[in-house]
């Protein structure tokens, strides 16, 4: 009864079917349709941000591209006006990295424009980006939870050469998330010469090919990479540090880690084994032979032919019975082929094609009387596997062309044809020998120099010893000619190279016969001999100069000039800590003259400044400071206008490029509000201070050593002897005469021009022609009347080319 | 008694037939959150890769180009000149002509010089004969190499490629697809990144490429195509692999390769026998194949997946050369599931036998017999009057509207990782594709699966097809 009422239970629960709620799928849908829109306004909105965003990292880039551009390329030898531009854009670089999305756009200019730099520029990229502190932002994503910031920050430290972060990155080498250790591994190797050493020691993980090649190709481009001896790594426990190490050994060529891989051909892993046998081969480590064969028929078919390329390098006539043992024994087609080939390598002849030779006596007739019968021999070819027959392409009117490998096939060869044809090609080259020997070339000689005491040409004297043809050419003028140009040039180029440097005295003029004009009036001797002058390097000997005095022209420009300078806002000085000026001029007349309205004791006073500042003097010479911020500084306005951080870049520009007048500037921001910054204040002023003094000190030294040799140089510009002919008595010249002289720095104007010019004043030097043997002129034409605002003097420099 | 009991039946069939549903709702969306999961991590994996250091390593790997070529005349100089125009240095380009009965030989020949070298063929490896290996007499086409044999199917033909070459990896790609330049590093860098497992294979996606601007055999613009039939295929292939071959391939589950692009490690190819000559859904099979093998060896291994457009190919344009193209991979699949039928719920296979292997038979397979015995039913149960009206039109909207809700996602997916389609008019159109797709084109994908079902079932012999070439549009 029971079990009855369970049937009919289990029969109605069976008729009873689920009820769907259709409900359910109708709030279903909703969600759907629900999702479907969301998703359709999202693809629009996601198309509008990736546009936006792109555009305004576009524009970002193009904003801050240029700006970093300047300042990468910024030279220290720039005007007051680009270094100030240069302090300008500091500042607003500054400015901009406040905001972490331009510190990103930064780094991404930065980033993209050192791939495509090279060298020095390169180098300021990195420099640049460290003293923008970028590096800082990137090691603080080091600490991130999220692989993808700090392996994006191991990525940027990495390709900007930081190399302070190496300890901060090295302990990720190890690290569990696969993409941050990879990224470590590589930047350990790029940015240290010991990286490579630290992650083959202590890597724990696999190391995948790709990692391999990456930090391969970053091995490559180390600059003065020295390679250690990796078969240190052979016997790592690590199979990936094992394969890398064979690699780097082949790439690296590490003949001497032969012996050390040779145990490797037995390892389990296939990679590893091919890698050793390889290595082996190239290396041709004979003592691999036995080891190799041991192994050979337990191996993989690409092993075994590995190892059999091997042999075919290396393997002798004993090792024929071994292969002809595994050739018997070998299935493989591709093996057994390998295996004949090797054969024929090691003994040319051994295996010889038997199945579809041309059996038609009528076409071999010929063939039978001229070459011996091939041998026979034991190993032949199988039937199941002929060579193709050799048959044209009729269908395209083609020939058939022999491949290569069928020529050099050894089952090819025919000794006696070989013979022949050998003699042939031995006769015809013999012929061609001795036809050259018929033939007597001319020697290209105009590389060998020429000593032209009577213009001669010397070259016979070194001729080699074979029989020459008498040169229907004379080149012995031509070739002094050339041999004189070229000397020429080359002497040009040192002198150039000499005086870019600032200070003249620094020129070497050692073997010097030609001097070219230079921006500085150079004042040299009338005569310089021909022969070179053996002067050290320290003591340089600048002949006796010719000077020549002209009267100056008063233009408009140049009024107009000094009325410029005059606008601008001096320092008053004290006049009496002003150096004493040449009585003889009379300034207030000049001022006067020029500036009829200004004719404030200022203007005296700063002109008598601009002078005083033109010469160096040593430190203790200086004005006093002023305590007023009316510095005569290119630093004082910006600073006036700049907030704290700005006012500590400052300072660091003010020791970078800071002179004498700058110190001053610092005594006074010594005084400032600002803790910190009177206290950086403070040490940029000892620092500026010292090196001052340091470059006071040398151009001392260079000046009381030229002095001493008769040649005095002041500021790198050459003396200029006011009113003195004699260009013979230059180097006689007192210390205050010089410095009289440098008066009248300011008037000079340097004419380049080769032509001489009368004085107008009278006094005329005539510049003598050059002649061929007559020595290197150097001339300067000064104005006579001496004057900051007065006269405006002329110099011409002239020179003389000995070869002209 | 009758009607009721019949009246269960069809409750009965109601609830399966939601079940079956929910399940693949289900698994679409659980294929969508690994999809997008892979996207992400691999959009991010691959920002810190500069690709272009691969291309001459010492270290970079030899892999050879299969493309079979048959009656391929009117494109295959170009063609050729695309794949000889790759951003690697160590790979060569093998075509195999494939019994041609047009001009595509001489063609070659006269294009690249080419001469015929003698070769020895190998008597254990089982292919249509060797007529002839060519190579070119110009060193600037000398990663070429051309074979001419008889026809024996695209299998064989890729076959022969494998045996020939002696390089480490073997692609086989379809002669009228157009690879991006840096394709070969993208494929080096899947072959190599792994260090705990062996990478097998590797596959990519497809691009359609119709309507796009290309010259000189590179692709200059990416334009939508103008043919509606080609827009349908475009958003089922943004579905098919954006999102679920990203997600097969984040569990390591991936049972396909596309024939068009896809590339193996040749000495496993060649362990495994090649392609199998007796399918027609070789590119499946062959995978099949090199999974159970690497099973059977205990060795870890993996296929990986490639989701940047590397390949593009062109789509049919007509619905007679469609419904032939999707009746073959029909066949090709029922022909495959049947040959590893051990497979299915086969624990010894891990996730391919409890997972991949039952997704594919219920749902790749059986879903559209279902369909379209399900669109009968529904019409037989509207004439008996037992049809539950309300059950069928709520399941009808949901199905529909999750369908779109789909296609929107892949479309949202697309956008976001690669904005290929950046004009607005194009987006609106693949939406308004999304919108009539379950009505218009996906009916005829159901039609041509039940032909392919159809033949192969009842036998009835049926090959490849043929594709209408039209070349890409030169500008």
């Known amino acids: 009864m029971v079990i009855e009422s369970l049937k009919t239970y289990q029969l109605n629960a069976l008729l009873e079917v689920p009820k769907i709620q259709t409900n359910l799928l109708w709030d279903l849908t909703f969600v759907f349709s629900a999702l479907g829109i969301l998703y359709f306004f999202f693809i629009f909105y996601y198309k509008r941000r990736i546009r936006l965003k792109s555009e305004l990292i576009a524009r970002r880039k193009k904003d801050v591209a240029p700006m970093i551009s300047t300042f990468l390329f910024h030279e220290t030898e720039d005007s007051k006006e680009e270094k100030r531009n240069y302090v300008e854009l500091k500042i607003a670089i500054r ?33 640049l980006y460290k003293e923008l502190e970028l590096h800082l932002e990137a090691i603080k994503k080091l600490d991130s939870w999220r692989w993808e910031i700090v392996s994006k920050g191991i990525l940027e430290l990495t390709q900007m050469k930081v190399t302070s972060s190496y300890g901060f990155i090295k302990k990720f080498i190890n690290d569990k998330r696969g993409i941050i250790r990879k990224q470590a591994q590589i930047s350990a190797v790029t940015l240290t010469h010991e990286g490579i050493n630290f992650f083959l020691d202590t890597t724990r993980y696999k190391i995948s090919e790709w990692q391999q090649l990456k930090l391969l190709e970053v091995l490559q481009n180390l600059e003065g990479f020295i390679p250690p001896s990796f078969k240190v790594w052979l016997t790592s426990n690590n199979r990936d540090v094992v394969l890398f190490s064979l690699r780097l050994i082949k790439h690296y060529h590490q003949i001497d880690a032969g012996i050390a891989m040779i145990p490797l051909v037995k390892h389990k892993n296939d990679q590893v084994k091919a890698e050793a046998i390889f290595c082996l081969k190239e290396f041709r480590v004979k003592e691999a032979k036995e080891t190799l064969k041991d192994i050979f028929s337990n191996c993989k078919t690409d092993i075994k032919i590995m190892i059999l390329d091997f042999l075919a390098v290396l393997g002798e006539k004993k090792d024929l019975f071994f292969l002809e043992n595994i050739e018997k024994r070998e299935t493989n087609f591709i093996v057994k082929n390998k295996i004949h080939s090797v054969l024929n390598v090691i003994q040319p002849g051994t295996i010889v094609p038997t199945s579809e030779i041309d059996k038609d006596l009528d076409k071999t007739q010929e063939r039978k009387t001229q070459i011996k019968p091939i041998p026979t021999n034991t190993l032949v070819m199988e039937e199941d596997n002929p060579l193709p027959p050799k048959e044209n392409i009729d269908s395209f009117g083609k020939e058939q062309h022999n491949s290569l490998d069928n020529i050099l096939d050894a089952d090819n060869e025919d000794e006696e044809i070989f013979n022949l044809c050998f003699k042939e090609e031995l006769e015809d080259i013999l012929n061609e020998l001795e036809e050259e020997s018929e033939f007597t070339a001319i020697l290209p000689l105009d590389f060998l120099p020429v000593v032209t005491e009577n213009n001669e040409f010397l070259v016979e004297d070194k001729a080699p010893t074979i029989e020459e043809k008498e040169l229907d050419v004379d080149l012995g003028n031509s070739l002094n000619d050339e041999f004189q140009e070229v000397e020429f040039q080359l002497q040009l180029e040192d002198l150039l190279d000499g005086l870019k440097k600032e200070d003249i005295d620094d020129v070497d003029i050692k073997n010097i016969d030609v001097v070219e004009a230079s921006f500085l009036p150079l004042v040299t001797n009338d005569e310089i001999e021909q022969t070179p002058v053996q002067i050290d390097s320290d003591k340089i000997s600048i002949n006796e100069i010719e000077v020549f005095h002209e009267p100056v022209d008063y233009e408009e420009d140049y009024f107009e000039m000094y009325r410029e300078l005059l606008k601008v806002e001096w320092m008053p000085v004290e006049e009496s800590s002003l150096p004493s000026l040449d009585k003889s001029i009379d300034w ?40 007023t911020m009316n510095c005569f500084s290119i630093f004082a306005e910006m600073f006036r206008d700049s907030d704290k951080e700005s006012k500590l870049i400052l300072l660091d520009e003010i020791l970078a490029v800071g002179e004498e007048k700058e110190l001053e500037f610092l005594n006074i921001v010594k005084t400032d509000k600002e803790k910190s910054v009177r206290i950086k204040a403070e040490k940029i002023y000892t620092q500026l201070a010292k090196s001052l003094e340091n470059k006071a000190n040398e151009k001392q030294d260079v000046l009381s050593h030229k002095k001493r040799s008769g040649v005095e140089v002041i500021s790198g510009n050459p003396i200029v002897k006011e009113g003195q002919n004699d260009a013979k008595n230059v180097g006689k010249l007192s210390l205050d005469e010089q410095e009289k002289a440098l008066e009248n720095y300011l008037d000079i104007e340097f004419d380049l021009s080769l032509e001489t010019q009368e004085q107008k004043d009278g006094k005329q030097h005539k510049l003598k022609e050059p002649t061929e043997k007559e020595p290197v002129k150097k001339e300067v034409e000064i104005s006579e009347k001496a004057g900051f605002l007065n006269s405006i003097k002329k110099i011409t420099l002239k020179f003389f080319n000995t070869s002209a | 008694m009758d009607n009721g009991v019949l009246h269960i039946l069809i409750e009965y069939l109601n609830v399966i037939f939601l079940l079956f549903t929910t399940i693949l709702f289900t698994m679409f969306s659980v294929m969508g959150y690994l999809s997008t999961r892979n996207s992400l991590h691999y959009k991010h994996k691959n920002s810190f890769v500069d690709l272009s250091k691969v291309m001459a390593s010492p270290m970079a790997p030899s892999i050879t180009i299969i493309a079979p070529a048959y009656n391929e005349g009117l494109t295959i100089v170009e063609n050729i000149r695309s794949l000889l125009s790759l951003k690697y240095v160590n790979y060569e380009v093998m075509v195999v002509n494939d019994g041609s009965k047009d001009d595509t030989l001489a063609k070659m020949i006269e294009a690249y010089d080419l001469y015929e070298i003698a070769y020895t063929p190998d008597p254990g490896w089982l292919s249509k004969p060797i007529r002839g290996v060519y190579k070119s007499k110009q060193r600037s086409f000398d990663k070429l190499t051309v074979i001419d044999k008889e026809n024996g199917g695209k299998s064989d033909a890729l ?8 390089n480490q990896y073997v692609g086989c790609i379809d002669v009228d697809c157009l690879l991006l330049p840096d394709a070969l590093l993208h494929v080096v860098k899947s072959f190599y990144q792994r260090s705990e497992k062996k990478v097998i294979a590797v596959g990519g996606v497809i691009r359609i490429a119709n309507s796009c601007k290309i010259e000189g055999g590179r692709l200059q613009e990416i334009r939508l195509p103008k043919n509606w039939l080609a827009k349908f295929q475009l958003l089922e292939y943004t579905r098919s692999f954006l999102l679920g071959r990203m997600a097969w391939g984040r569990i390591d589950s991936l049972l396909i390769i596309s024939g068009a692009f896809g590339f193996f490690d040749r000495e496993i190819a060649l362990e495994v026998g090649g392609y199998d000559t007796n399918t027609v859904g070789e590119d499946m099979e062959i995978i099949f194949r090199m999974r159970r093998h690497m099973h059977e060896r205990k060795e870890p291994y993996t296929v990986e997946y490639i989701p940047d457009p590397l390949c593009w190919t062109e789509v049919p344009e007509s619905a007679k050369i469609l419904v032939n193209q999707r009746d073959r991979w029909a066949r090709g699949n029922l022909e495959t599931l049947y040959k590893h039928k051990d497979m299915f719920f086969n624990p010894k296979f891990g996730r391919l036998g409890m997972l991949s292997y039952p997704y594919w038979f219920f749902y790749e397979w059986m879903a559209p017999i279902l369909e379209f015995l399900g669109f009968f039913s529904i019409i037989m149960f509207y004439f008996l009057g037992i049809l539950n009206i309300e059950f069928f039109i709520a399941i009808t909207f949901m199905v529909y509207t999750f369908s779109v809700m789909f296609s929107l996602y892949a479309i949202l997916w697309d956008v976001y990782s690669y904005n290929q389609y950046t004009k607005t008019k194009d987006i609106l159109i693949l939406v308004i594709c999304a919108l009539v797709e379950p009505i218009t084109f996906h009916p005829l994908v159901v039609w041509s699966a039940i032909r392919g079902n159809y033949k192969k079932l009842f036998k009835i012999q049926s090959g490849w097809g043929s594709q209408v070439r039209k070349g890409f549009a030169k500008t």
Do not use: F, W
């Open chain 1, 95 to 127: 400015e901009l990295l406040k905001d972490a999305r331009n510190k990103e756009v930064i780094a991404e200019v930065l980033l993209d424009l050192q791939k495509d730099v090279s060298g020095d520029a390169r180098k300021r990229v990195y420099r």
């Open chain 2, 159 to 166: 076959n022969t490629g494998i045996h020939l070459s002696r």
């Open chain 1, 588 to 627: 207030n007349g000049i001022t006067q003259s020029l500036a009829p309205v200004e004719t404030q004791p200022t203007i005296t006073n700063n002109t008598e400044t601009m002078t005083a500042n033109v010469k160096t003097k040593p430190l203790n010479s200086l004005p006093e400071k002023e305590k």
